[in-house]
């Protein structure tokens, strides 16, 4: 089997940053012990979780992060430029030639910024919202609502990162999550606010910098890409800390 084979079936493991790690498991570990203190009736009532699991979530979210399942590989046909030396009478010349070859970037899904997100948000939207909300048909409409603005506003501030990836302000997704969601949270039948920044927020920033990015991922010239990791893990996660402080002030 050949290395770009077993890239293809395994997982691809970013390179591990103590410090990084540690900055946002310091402020996940300042979070959950409040929610599990005061906030529990909140969060099961705004969520559909109690703050046990949803810490467990978000950790798993942090580790996740580290690790990429690839999906698929893309394929592209570059120009590329050879040199044949020719010597006349004591001269060398360069002569040049363009070619075309096959460019490989395999696109993966990251477990943390990706995969974990997609799960929580299909439980929301799936048992959460029927089971809780007060009018469901407004909640989903709300929730569409948010995930439109943050969709837009993360593709316009997202920047392709030649040999990198996407990459993403890590304020711009909680920051407009948390914005829209306190503008729509209340109208109509109120709704829970951190069900709507979660899913919103999270697939918007999952749509809007990546997925709506997907036709340029040839361009970047890296040989993995990945959804939901590198640029756009930060404000996805910070996002899901964001929907998770929205009890406090809205609740």
Known sequence: MSPSERSRRGLIFRPFSLLYFAFLL????????????????LL????????????????????????NIPVWELRSRVPMFRYREVNFFGVTW???????????????LNVGGGLVPLLVSTYILSWAIPHSAR????????????????????????RLVQGLGIATPAFVPPTVTALATVLVYG???????????YVGGTL????GADLM????????????????GAGTFDGIYTTGLVSVLLVLLLL
């Open 94 to 108: 360069l002569v040049p030639r363009m070619d075309t070859r096959v460019r490989r970037t395999l696109v993966t």
């Open 135 to 158: 009018d469901p048909l407004s909640a989903y409409g709300k929730t569409l609502l948010v995930f439109a603005v943050v969709s837009v506003a993360v593709n316009r501030t997202s």
């Open 44 to 67: 099961v009532r705004g969520l559909g979780l109690p703050p046990e699991m949803v810490g467990g979530f978000l950790l798993l979210s942090l580790l996740g992060s580290f690790v």
């Open 204 to 207: 918007g920033t999952l749509v």
């Open 26 to 41: 310091f402020w996940l570990m300042l979070i959950i012990p409040f929610a599990v203190l005061f906030l529990r009736g």
């Open 213 to 228: 990015n997907l036709g340029k991922l040839p361009q970047l010239g890296a040989p993995v890409v990945s959804i939901g």
């Open 187 to 197: 109208v109509g039948a109120p709704s829970s606010p951190t069900q709507l920044a």
